[in-house]
C-alpha cells in the first residue's frame, strides 16, 4: 500500500469513526446534516450517494425534529434511549461502512460493526449514564439541558469529521476514553449500592 493510499485509508476511517460517534450523541443529526451539504453541493455525495436528493434530506430533517424534541421531556427521553441505542449502533455501522466501500466486503463489514458500531453504542451507553444519573439527582428536570448539549455535540462531531477529520478522531479517542470510564465508575457505584442492600 502506497503512502497516499495508506492516508487515504486512515481519513476515511477518522471520518467514518467521527460520524459514527456523532450518530451515538443523535441518530439522524450527522446524515441530515451530511444530505444538506450534498444537496447544496457544498461536498460531493461520493460514498454518500444515497444521501443526495431533498426528499431524504426533508424525511431525516423530519426525523431529527422528533428525535431532539423528544429528548427535550424528561421521562420521555428514557423511554426513547431504548430505542436509541440499537438505533445508534446501526447508525455508526452504516456511516462507517459508507466510508470503507474501497474494502473487500468482509473487511468493510467487520470494521463497520466493531469500529462504527462499538464507537456509535459507546457513546450513547455514555449518554444513557449521564440522563440516568441526571433524572436520578434532579427529577429529570436537568435532562434537556443535557439533550440540548449532546445535540450540539452530535453537529459539531459532525461537521468537524467533514472538514477536519484527524481531529475528529482525536476527539472521538478522547471522549471514548472518558465515556467508557465513566460507564465504569456508574457500574462499580451501582454494584456497591446493591451490595449495601
Not at 431525516?60 to 428525535?67: C, D, R
Not at 458500531?117 to 444513557?128: I, L, R
Not at 459532525?158 to 477529520?165: N, S, Y
Amino acid at each position: 500500500m502506497s503512502g497516499f493510499a495508506f492516508a487515504d485509508v486512515i481519513i476515511a476511517l477518522s471520518i467514518g469513526l467521527g460520524l459514527a460517534a456523532a450518530s451515538g450523541f443523535r441518530v439522524f443529526l450527522p446524515p441530515m446534516i451530511l444530505s444538506g451539504a450534498i444537496n447544496l453541493d457544498l461536498i460531493e455525495a461520493g460514498q454518500f450517494e444515497y444521501l443526495d436528493g431533498w426528499i431524504i434530506f426533508a424525511v431525516l430533517s423530519a426525523a431529527v425534529i422528533v428525535e431532539v424534541g423528544g429528548y427535550l421531556i424528561p421521562w420521555i427521553d428514557n423511554l426513547l434511549d431504548i430505542i436509541a441505542t440499537p438505533a445508534a449502533a446501526v447508525a455508526g455501522v452504516l456511516m462507517m461502512s459508507s466510508m470503507l466501500d474501497d474494502f473487500s466486503p468482509a473487511m468493510q463489514w467487520s470494521m463497520s460493526i466493531v469500529a462504527g458500531g462499538g464507537v456509535a453504542g459507546t457513546v450513547q451507553t455514555g449518554t444513557v449514564a449521564v440522563r440516568a444519573l441526571s433524572t436520578g439527582t434532579t427529577g429529570g428536570l436537568a435532562n434537556p439541558v443535557f439533550s440540548i448539549f449532546e445535540a450540539i455535540l452530535a453537529v459539531f462531531i459532525t461537521i468537524v469529521a467533514i472538514l477536519a477529520p484527524l481531529f475528529a478522531l482525536a476527539l472521538v479517542v478522547i471522549g471514548l476514553v472518558y465515556a467508557v470510564r465513566f460507564i465504569q465508575e456508574k457500574k462499580a457505584k451501582s454494584i456497591i449500592q446493591k451490595s449495601a442492600v
